[in-house]
């Protein structure tokens, strides 16, 4: 990593050399955006180009009129200011500086580090024309676009503490008071929010459970931390983005509310399941670990196939912390006791070591020997917790539960659209010729769903858990119903799920 004083010409590894004159005139357009954008701190400033960059490669404004189109996507990195000298930019180049020529590559995001090109999920040409930013613009949800012409318009307010945009405020916040209900609607939450479900629950949550107060966070620091949490997700993913992540982290919080955990549960413990439950899936790359260890991924060997999906989102995560100074104030010792908790937490959440898991706290549920004074069971609680929370879709009501499920589906077959493409080999459960959402959802009920949240049940009897397995029931009956009408009276279940009764779960299942 090295930093360059002022803005440079261009990266070594740039093929563009041609293009440099073009890009100084983008340059300097930015310049004057960030001019216009009246920023206050070189922090506002710094986390506004943050989003910039990384937000799409291209974007448009309206200025007197005339729409303009800046593109930055010659390079990945990140942008900041120094907060010594405020007049000159610094691009700070991170290490595997990818590019994009002509040819194609989808712009990366920053530190994202599982590359896989997208573009071939969503077209079927080999070399796609560089798209206009008047199309960028037609792709863009009008929320997204909202968003993105109001920082250009210089409204914003970066340096305030109230980030949820003015016209669905009043809304957001009225749900945020029901944060703590089953039937909380996340999609509905994250249009009202702009697309920011992830940062405004997760800052609310931080604040009701008493976490800024008692950490002495800084408020600025942690929304900081949260925004680039929130981007590092891809939200091109149908299922694994920052609204899936917002949607665990909120059944996260339902379930640290149970009687038996609010109880017994520290600040810390709390601190850790929220960040856990928010970055769990961090850098997604919406492809599964048997197509990174096929395609000869670095991150497959990086983590020897082991956990690979579940090690980087963890690894990612603490790089963030470390990134934000969130808890730079805090001893180096309990920062790194932080680190390999969340890393326990998240490392738990891969379905296909769901078996160990589960037979650990079944052991300790047969012999009532769970204690919650003690620190490591309590530990083991919130790993089932995160668990639970990560595939409770189908315990949800059948109207959000349904569309988790058509969009885990789409994720599942554009990866075996891939697959078929460059002749792979299609995962189990990713062939869209032969399988449906109603198979998929029943065998992923029956043998992943169902005996983690009968075990989890039985730890915690409330009224919420059976209103989970009510769910869970009626979902799966309105899932074969669908099936039954598909198939005149086939299977039950999808025979892909049936070997994963056995002790070890295939890792071509769901990550
Ligand atoms: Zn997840």
């Known amino acids: 990593m090295a930093n360059y004083s002022g803005v440079q010409a261009e990266s070594p590894e740039s093929p563009q050399r041609g293009e440099t004159p ?72 991170l290490g595997d500086v990818r590019v994009r020529s002509r040819a194609g590559f989808e712009t990366e995001r920053r530190g994202s580090h599982p590359y896989i090109d997208f573009r ?28 993105s012409s109001r920082f250009f318009r210089g409204t914003t307010l970066p340096n305030s503490s109230n980030f949820l945009d003015d016209d669905y405020n009043g809304q957001a916040k009225c749900m945020l008071e029901k944060a703590g209900n089953w039937n909380f609607d996340i999609f509905l939450f994250d249009r009202l929010t702009n697309g920011n479900s992830l940062v405004t629950l997760t800052f609310h949550l931080f604040n009701l459970h008493g976490l800024i107060e008692h950490f002495q966070l800084d408020t600025m620091k942690l929304r900081r931390f949260l925004v680039m949490v929130q981007e590092d997700y891809h939200s091109h993913n149908p299922y694994h983005n920052a609204v899936h992540a917002a949607d665990v982290t909120q059944a996260m919080h339902c379930y640290l509310k149970e009687p038996k955990l609010s109880q017994s549960l520290t600040p810390w413990d709390i601190l850790l399941s929220l960040i856990a439950a928010a970055t769990h899936d961090l850098d997604h790359p919406g492809v599964n670990q048997p197509f990174l260890i096929k395609t000869n991924h670095y991150l497959a060997s990086l983590y020897k196939n082991t956990s690979v999906l579940e090690n980087h989102h963890w690894r990612s995560a603490v790089g963030l912390l470390r990134e934000s100074g969130l808890f730079a104030h ?21 379905i296909s070591r769901q078996n160990e ?48 499920s058509e969009k885990v589906t789409e994720e599942f077959f554009n990866q075996g659209d891939v697959e078929k493409k460059y002749c792979l080999g299609v995962s189990p459960l990713c062939d869209r010729q ?21 075990e989890w049940a039985r730890f915690s009897n409330t009224k919420l858990s059976q209103t989970m397995l009510g769910h869970l029931g009626l979902n799966k009956a309105s899932w ?3 099936q039954r009408e598909q198939s005149n009276g086939g299977d039950d279940t999808d025979p892909a799920f049936e070997e994963m009764d056995s002790d070890v779960v295939p890792q071509e299942r769901l990550s």
Request: proline fraction near 2%; charged fraction near 25%; glycine fraction near 4%.
């Open 434 to 454: 032969t399988e449906t959402i109603a198979n998929i959802q029943i065998g992923f009920m029956t043998y992943l769903v169902e005996p983690l949240f009968a």
């Open 120 to 147: 071939i999920f969503h077209s079927n040409s080999e070399i796609e024309a560089s798209v206009s930013a008047r199309n960028i613009r037609r792709l863009l949800s009008f929320q997204r676009y909202l968003r």
């Open 357 to 404: 898991y589960l037979s650990l706290f079944r052991t300790h549920l047969d012999k009532e020997d769970l204690c919650l004074e003690d620190e490591n069971h309590r530990h083991l609680v919130l790993q089932m917790a995160l668990k639970c929370a990560d595939i409770c879709n189908p315990c949800r009501t059948w109207e959000l539960s349904k569309q988790w």
């Open 330 to 350: 805090m001893p180096l010792e309990n920062r790194q006791l932080m680190e390999s908790q969340i890393g326990a937490l998240i490392l738990a959440t891969d």
């Open 480 to 482: 074969k119903g669908v």
């Open 22 to 93: 073009k890009t100084e005139k983008q340059r300097a357009r930015l310049k004057r955006h960030l001019r216009k954008a009246n920023l206050d701190s070189p922090e506002a400033k710094r986390s506004t180009l943050r989003r910039y960059i990384s937000s799409d490669s291209s974007c448009d404004e309206d200025e007197g009129g005339t729409s303009t189109q800046i593109s930055l996507n010659m390079r990945r990195g990140a942008i900041s200011y120094d907060s010594s000298d405020q007049t000159a930019l610094y691009i700070r180049m």
